[in-house]
């Protein structure tokens, strides 16, 4: 059974119709990367599967359930964790703050935890050091790492990334790809990353490429050729 599973899938903003009749499904542990170029849709499909936009019909099944009534808030307690483009961490908190908010994910929320999984800081060691600092003073790269970091302190069993190594110096690119890797190798959990970068992408088990809204190739990365990549990666 697949972990998360798309089906006829249509979201429009006001009248434009974005995504047109979209499949697309997570087979537990996998990770799969959604490409195409910029504007095609790909940060909607991932709006769309945590509930912060709104489908106008098909379905959205995560392990099986229906999501399309269940508010954002309810899709993240269910188990799925969104680290949105720009990463959205709190400037203005320490990294140990923000992290903290990543617990509120877990039943019971903030209320009844207040552990910090210290596996985090094996997957992103250069967080530890930091824990007192203000997560505004990282860099973007730290900053991605942290927002990672703190998605997983929810213990999620889908994890949505929308291009984590954007505007990233590329020897960081390379640990953020490492420890996606090790998160899928090691926790079970599945991922559903946008990504522009070919190396990172080949990571993935499996690929579906967007254009204009619906979709228009798949298959396992091994098999993805030059003219995919060309057609649908802008890097
Ligand atoms: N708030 C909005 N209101 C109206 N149209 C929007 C809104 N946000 C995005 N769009 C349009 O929806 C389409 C899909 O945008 P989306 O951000 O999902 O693309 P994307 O593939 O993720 O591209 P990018 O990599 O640039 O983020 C684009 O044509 C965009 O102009």
Redo the contacts with the bound molecule.
């Keep these: 059974m697949p972990v998360l599973d798309i089906h006829a899938l249509n979201v429009y903003?006001?009248e434009?119709h974005?995504?047109r009749n979209v499949d697309l499904s997570v087979q537990p542990g996998q990770m799969v990367c959604l490409i195409?170029?910029?504007?095609?849709?790909?940060?909607?499909?991932?709006?769309t599967i945590i509930g912060l936009l709104q489908q106008r019909s098909g379905s959205v099944r995560f392990e099986a359930k229906e999501l399309e009534d269940l508010a954002p808030h309810q899709r993240a307690r269910s188990g799925i964790a969104y680290v949105p483009?720009g990463r959205e961490i709190i400037p203005q908190l320490s990294v140990k703050e923000n992290l903290l908010l990543g617990l509120e994910a877990l039943p019971g929320g903030l209320r009844r935890h207040r552990h910090i999984d210290p596996q985090v800081f094996e997957l992103f060691p250069v967080l530890e050091g930091f824990l007192q600092r203000r997560g505004g003073d990282l860099s973007g790269g730290q900053q991605q790492q942290l927002a990672i970091a703190r998605a997983l302190l929810g213990k999620p069993k889908l994890l949505l990334l929308?291009?984590p190594t954007e505007g990233i110096q590329p020897s960081v690119v390379l640990d953020i790809e490492r420890a996606v890797k090790r998160i899928v190798a090691t926790t079970g959990i599945s991922v559903l990353l946008?990504e522009?970068h070919l190396h990172f992408v080949r990571q993935a088990d499996w690929y579906y490429a967007?254009q204009k809204?619906g979709m228009v190739a798949s298959g396992p990365t091994a098999e993805l050729s030059k003219d995919v990549v060309d057609r649908f990666l802008s890097v």
């Design positions: 903003y006001g434009s974005i995504l195409g170029r910029n504007g095609v849709g790909k940060t909607t499909l991932l709006k483009q929308d291009e946008v522009q967007m809204g």
